[in-house]
C-alpha cells in the first residue's frame, strides 16, 4: 500500500512557474514509477508525465506533448519524493494535477505510463490556476 500527498498548488500568472512536491509512504517507493495527471473542469483526467528510474542514475521519463519543453519531472528515492517543476505556465494548465504509482515488477518495461489505468495509486490533488 501506497500513500501519496500532493502539496505545492497555488494561483500564478501565466508565464509564472510552480513545483508541485508528492510525498509517498512506504518503503518501496524506488519499486513505482511515479506520475503526475491533472484534470481541468468538465475534461478527464489526462498524462502529463512520469518517470522510471532504471539502473543507477539511470531515469526514464515521459511527457505529454502539451507539456514537453516546459515541465520537468524528477524523483528524490531518498526522501520518496517526486516533484514536477512547471514552466511558461499558460491558463490552459489550470487543473488539479495528480500524483500517481505504477508498482515495477522485475522484468516488467521501465517505460513509464501514460494510462491512468495503468496507475495503483493515487493522491488526492493539488489544485493549479494560471491566470492570464
Known amino acids: 500500500q501506497v500513500q501519496l500527498v500532493e502539496s505545492g498548488g497555488g494561483l500564478v500568472q501565466a508565464g509564472g512557474s510552480l513545483r508541485l512536491s508528492c510525498a509517498a509512504s512506504g518503503r518501496t517507493f524506488s519499486s513505482y514509477i511515479m506520475g503526475w495527471f491533472r484534470q481541468a473542469p468538465g475534461k478527464e483526467r489526462e498524462f502529463v508525465a512520469a518517470i522510471a528510474r532504471g539502473g543507477g542514475s539511470t531515469y526514464y521519463v515521459n511527457y505529454a506533448d502539451s507539456v514537453k519543453g516546459r515541465f520537468t519531472i524528477s524523483r528524490d528515492n531518498a526522501k520518496n519524493t517526486v516533484y514536477l517543476q512547471m514552466s511558461s505556465l499558460k491558463p490552459e494548465d489550470t487543473a488539479v494535477y495528480y500524483c500517481?504509482?505504477?508498482?515495477?515488477?522485475?522484468?516488467?518495461?521501465?517505460?513509464?505510463?501514460?494510462?491512468?489505468?495503468?496507475?495503483?495509486?493515487w493522491g488526492q490533488g493539488t489544485q493549479v490556476a494560471v491566470s492570464s
Open positions: 500517481a504509482a505504477h508498482l515495477s515488477l522485475p522484468g516488467h518495461s521501465l517505460d513509464p505510463p501514460r494510462g491512468r489505468d495503468e496507475y495503483d495509486y
